[in-house]
């Protein structure tokens, strides 16, 4: 077995630079088959994260051609599909870097067992995460509950130095065979929607760095009061990429430690940014339940709607609130695959106090919609919303949309750059959220803008009674 082939299985780790699992496979110097399998996770992602996850796979795909390699594609359970590869190729190892939330983890320790059972060597790695979940800890051995406590644990750790990229990888004498990619149709769940939203993907390992380079060069000086600015390109635009593994999280920490040595003090604060996403994962790791369950279990007897047919909450998923920052924001999501971080929280606030909604509606409409979902981080950003998750701030707390919008975009030029029925000036960008829905909603830039489903302040005392009335 010293020669005989690895396996590397590439899921969301689609870059060859800064890969413990693809160096440690070149290292052996044995042949490596890179391979890529859609299995019953991959086929359960909603549409828009599915069609960007195929942009990558295509990307990827590429990439390894140019340095003499190829990436296999076959579908299937991922045991099954590996176990077939090992008889066609006779290799004796699968390598991968490992995933936190918990489906990932079930069926990864499910087929290392059974691997390793078979006598194959089966070996995961980081690569995902700055810090493995594990080894970041509270003073009593605990997890960390707060983000601010684990910022401070983490902020001087060493983060190891970037993996250089390899320029070629040992082929194997034969290569197995490969399924076509377009059959499996991965933006077939877009319909109408797939031209406009390709046209807002950043895609690829190469188009990663040069994002984040442009990030560090002109814009991480400033991050502190822009990016909260949802007419201005303000953030780094990098949850895309981290979600595929296009970019790894230690490449974007020692460029923002780099600026921050060179004078740029907002780079702390993008730091702290890699860290919230870091404690999601910690979160998930530590308290599975975070994913589909109210981290809070107090809130499981909260009485929320569940009714996604509510005209409400229809109007939500529409962006026809009448509640502007919240119909700005929810439009961008659809044309664009995603949404300003303020804009975010604006909308998940909205309908899980002002409409009273379940987080989990919201929840599943982003898994839909975002380009840049993230299991981890949109269970826990949802919950941080509602009030049942890991938030040192009052549940009570509610943000007033039109305030938020009156501080944030006072001359509305985000409102204009999304809702074409409040200006004459229509923007194409406007236009184009009309191109995308179905024709099903049947609404049109000529329609007037609508009355308030709920107004601010009447949302605002609705959750309120609620909360009181329940014993929060």
Same mark, same amino acid.
């Given at each position: 077995?010293?020669?005989?082939?690895?396996?590397?299985?590439?899921?969301?780790?689609l870059?060859?630079?800064?890969?413990?699992?693809?160096?440690?496979?070149?290292?052996?110097?044995?042949?490596?088959i890179?391979?890529?399998?859609?299995?019953?996770?991959?086929?359960?992602?909603?549409?828009?994260?599915?069609?960007?996850?195929?942009?990558?796979?295509?990307?990827?795909?590429?990439?390894?051609?140019? $340095?003499?390699?190829?990436?296999?594609?076959?579908?299937?359970?991922?045991?099954?599909?590996?176990?077939?590869? $090992?008889?066609?190729?006779?290799?004796?190892?699968?390598?991968?870097?490992?995933?936190?939330?918990?489906?990932?983890?079930d069926?990864?320790?499910?087929?290392?067992?059974?691997?390793?059972?078979?006598?194959?060597?089966?070996?995961?790695?980081? !690569?995902?995460?700055?810090?493995?979940?594990?080894?970041?800890?509270?003073?009593? !051995?605990?997890?960390?509950?707060?983000?601010?406590?684990?910022?401070?644990t983490?902020?001087?750790?060493?983060?190891?130095?970037?993996?250089?990229?390899?320029?070629?990888?040992?082929?194997?004498?034969?290569?197995?065979? &490969?399924?076509n990619?377009?059959?499996?149709?991965? !933006?077939?769940?877009?319909?109408?929607?797939?031209?406009?939203?390709?046209q807002?993907?950043?895609?690829?390992?190469?188009?990663?760095?040069?994002?984040?380079?442009?990030?560090?060069?002109?814009?991480?000086?400033?991050?502190?009061?822009?990016?909260?600015?949802p007419?201005?390109?303000?953030?780094?635009?990098? &949850?895309?990429?981290?979600?595929y593994?296009?970019?790894?999280?230690?490449v974007?920490?020692?460029?923002?430690?780099?600026?921050?040595?060179?004078?740029?003090?907002?780079?702390?604060?993008f730091?702290?940014e890699?860290?919230?996403?870091?404690?999601?994962?910690?979160?998930?790791?530590?308290?599975?339940?975070?994913?589909?369950?109210?981290?809070?279990?107090?809130?499981?007897a909260?009485?929320?709607?569940?009714?996604?047919?509510?005209?409400?909450?229809k109007?939500?998923?529409?962006?026809?609130?009448?509640?502007?920052?919240?119909?700005?924001a929810?439009?961008?999501?659809?044309?664009?695959g995603t949404?300003?971080?303020?804009?975010?929280?604006?909308?998940?606030?909205?309908?899980t106090k002002?409409l009273?909604?379940?987080?989990?509606?919201?929840l599943?409409?982003?898994?839909?919609?975002?380009?840049?979902?993230?299991?981890?981080?949109?269970?826990?950003?949802?919950?941080? +919303?509602?009030? +049942?998750?890991?938030?040192?701030?009052?549940?009570?707390?509610?943000?007033?949309?039109?305030t938020?919008?009156?501080?944030?975009d006072?001359?509305r030029?985000?409102?204009?750059?999304?809702?074409a029925?409040?200006?004459k000036?229509?923007?194409?960008?406007?236009?184009?959220?009309?191109?995308? $829905?179905?024709?099903?909603?049947?609404?049109a830039?000529?329609?007037?803008y609508?009355?308030?489903?709920v107004?601010?302040?009447?949302g605002?005392?609705?959750?309120?009674?609620?909360?009181?009335?329940?014993?929060?």
């Amino acid at each position: 077995m010293s020669n005989s082939p690895i396996l590397l299985w590439f899921r969301r780790d689609l870059r060859l630079g800064d890969h413990a699992a693809l160096t440690a496979a070149v290292k052996t110097g044995r042949p490596v088959i890179p391979v890529f399998i859609h299995d019953d996770l991959v086929a359960g992602l909603g549409a828009a994260p599915k069609m960007r996850l195929g942009l990558g796979v295509a990307t990827f795909t590429e990439t390894l051609a140019q $340095i003499g390699s190829r990436l296999i594609l076959r579908k299937g359970p991922a045991l099954e599909v590996l176990r077939g590869l $090992i008889a066609e190729t006779g290799a004796g190892a699968v390598y991968w870097s490992r995933l936190y939330d918990p489906a990932s983890k079930d069926r990864d320790i499910d087929v290392k067992a059974a691997l390793i059972a078979d006598g194959i060597t089966a070996q995961s790695f980081q !690569g995902h995460l700055l810090f493995e979940p594990w080894t970041v800890a509270t003073k009593t !051995g605990g997890y960390y509950k707060v983000y601010t406590p684990m910022w401070n644990t983490v902020r001087g750790r060493d983060v190891p130095d970037v993996l250089p990229t390899p320029t070629r990888l040992p082929a194997p004498a034969r290569w197995p065979k &490969s399924d076509n990619l377009a059959s499996w149709r991965m !933006g077939a769940a877009m319909r109408r929607g797939v031209e406009i939203l390709t046209q807002h993907c950043t895609v690829g390992e190469a188009a990663a760095r040069d994002r984040l380079d442009d990030f560090i060069d002109t814009r991480v000086q400033n991050y502190v009061r822009n990016r909260d600015l949802p007419a201005l390109d303000g953030t780094s635009g990098l &949850s895309e990429n981290l979600t595929y593994g296009e970019i790894s999280p230690g490449v974007c920490w020692h460029a923002g430690q780099r600026a921050l040595l060179e004078g740029a003090g907002n780079a702390e604060v993008f730091l702290k940014e890699l860290v919230w996403r870091e404690f999601a994962y910690h979160l998930a790791h530590h308290t599975p339940r975070i994913i589909n369950g109210n981290w809070k279990p107090d809130w499981d007897a909260f009485p929320w709607n569940t009714d996604e047919r509510l005209a409400e909450v229809k109007a939500w998923k529409q962006g026809r609130t009448g509640i502007q920052f919240v119909d700005a924001a929810m439009r961008e999501m659809y044309v664009t695959g995603t949404m300003h971080n303020r804009g975010r929280m604006i909308v998940a606030s909205y309908l899980t106090k002002h409409l009273l909604t379940h987080w989990k509606v919201g929840l599943d409409w982003f898994a839909d919609c975002l380009i840049d979902w993230d299991p981890c981080s949109n269970a826990m950003g949802w919950q941080w +919303s509602a009030g +049942s998750g890991p938030d040192a701030t009052p549940y009570f707390r509610v943000f007033n949309p039109v305030t938020q919008l009156d501080k944030f975009d006072k001359d509305r030029t985000y409102v204009k750059r999304w809702i074409a029925e409040t200006t004459k000036s229509q923007q194409q960008t406007a236009l184009d959220y009309f191109a995308m $829905i179905p024709e099903t909603w049947h609404m049109a830039a000529t329609d007037p803008y609508p009355d308030p489903v709920v107004p601010a302040d009447v949302g605002r005392k609705r959750a309120l009674a609620a909360y009181e009335c329940r014993g929060f």
